[in-house]
T-cell receptor
Framework: GQNIDQPTEMTATEGAIVQINCTYQ??????LFWYQQHAGEAPTFLSY????GLEEKGRFSSFLSRSKGYSYLLLKELQMKDSASYLC??????????????FGKGTKLSVIP | SQTIHQWPATLVQPVGSPLSLECTVE??????LYWYRQAAGRGLQLLFY??????ISSEVPQNLSASRPQDRQFILSSKKLLLSDSSFYLC???????????FGNGTRLTVT
C-alpha cells in the first residue's frame, strides 16, 4: 500500500453507529486489515478482507471494494471503550518481491456520552 | 496459543549510547518477524522484517540494525542513538500466507 488515506479524527455518540473509511492505491493487492490501537498501547487485529464484500464480527464489520480501492470499518452500538485509533493496513507486493503490510496514519475515534 | 514478548516497556537512553531491544515469540515455529516504529502522530513505519534465521530485510536505511540469532528471537540494535530515534518501537509476528500481524506491547524509547 503506497498511498492509504483515512480521516484523521472522528467523534461519535455512545450507542450510535460510525463508519471509518479507508482508500488506497496499490499494485499487487493481497488483503486489507483493520487494527484498533488504544493510546499508548500496541495495535490489535480487528478484521481482514481479501475479497469484495462485508465481513461481520460482532459489533464490528469491514467492507472491501477492490475495484474502487476502498474499505470501511463499521462500528455498531458504540461504547466508551471503543475510543481509540483505527488503522487501515494494506498488504501488497513490495519492491523486494515479498508481500508487506503498509499502515495508514489511523483515525482517532472519540466516543462521547 | 502463541504469545509475543517484547522488552523493555520503556527506555531512556542518552544520545550516542547503544541500543538493544529484544523480542521473542512462543508457541509457533518459523514465524515471520517484524520491527515497526511509530512516531507521535504518524503511521507505523516498517523498519525490518525476517522470514528466517539470519535473514533480515531492511525497509528504511538508518542507523538501526536487526538480527535474528534464533528462530523465534528478533533483536533491534543501534551502535549510537540519535535524538530522532525517540519513538514507539513495536515487534510483530505472523505466520506465512494471509495471516494478520500480531504485535508485542511495544517499547517507548526516549533519547535525551
Amino acid at each position: 500500500g503506497q498511498n492509504i488515506d483515512q480521516p484523521t479524527e472522528m467523534t461519535a455518540t455512545e450507542g450510535a453507529i460510525v463508519q471509518i473509511n479507508c482508500t488506497y492505491q496499490t499494485s499487487g493487492f493481497n488483503g486489507l486489515f483493520w487494527y484498533q490501537q488504544h493510546a499508548g498501547e500496541a495495535p490489535t487485529f480487528l478484521s481482514y478482507n481479501v475479497l469484495d464484500g462485508l465481513e461481520e464480527k460482532g459489533r464490528f464489520s469491514s467492507f472491501l471494494s477492490r475495484s474502487k480501492g476502498y474499505s470501511y470499518l463499521l462500528l455498531k452500538e458504540l461504547q466508551m471503550k471503543d475510543s481509540a485509533s483505527y488503522l487501515c493496513a494494506v498488504r501488497d507486493r513490495s519492491g523486494a518481491g515479498s508481500y508487506q503490510l503498509t499502515f495508514g496514519k489511523g483515525t482517532k475515534l472519540s466516543v462521547i456520552p | 496459543s502463541q504469545t509475543i514478548h517484547q522488552w523493555p516497556a520503556t527506555l531512556v537512553q542518552p544520545v550516542g549510547s547503544p541500543l538493544s531491544l529484544e523480542c521473542t515469540v512462543e508457541g509457533t515455529s518459523n514465524p515471520n518477524l517484524y520491527w515497526y516504529r511509530q512516531a507521535a502522530g504518524r503511521g507505523l513505519q516498517l523498519l525490518f522484517y525476517s522470514v528466517g534465521i539470519g535473514q533480515i530485510s531492511s525497509e528504511v536505511p538508518q542507523n538501526l540494525s536487526a538480527s535474528r540469532p534464533q528462530d523465534r528471537q528478533f533483536i533491534l540494535s543501534s551502535k549510537k542513538l540519535l535524538l530522532s530515534d525517540s519513538s514507539f518501537y513495536l515487534c510483530a509476528w505472523r505466520r506465512s500466507g494471509n495471516s494478520p500481524l500480531h504485535f508485542g506491547n511495544g517499547t517507548r524509547l526516549t533519547v535525551t
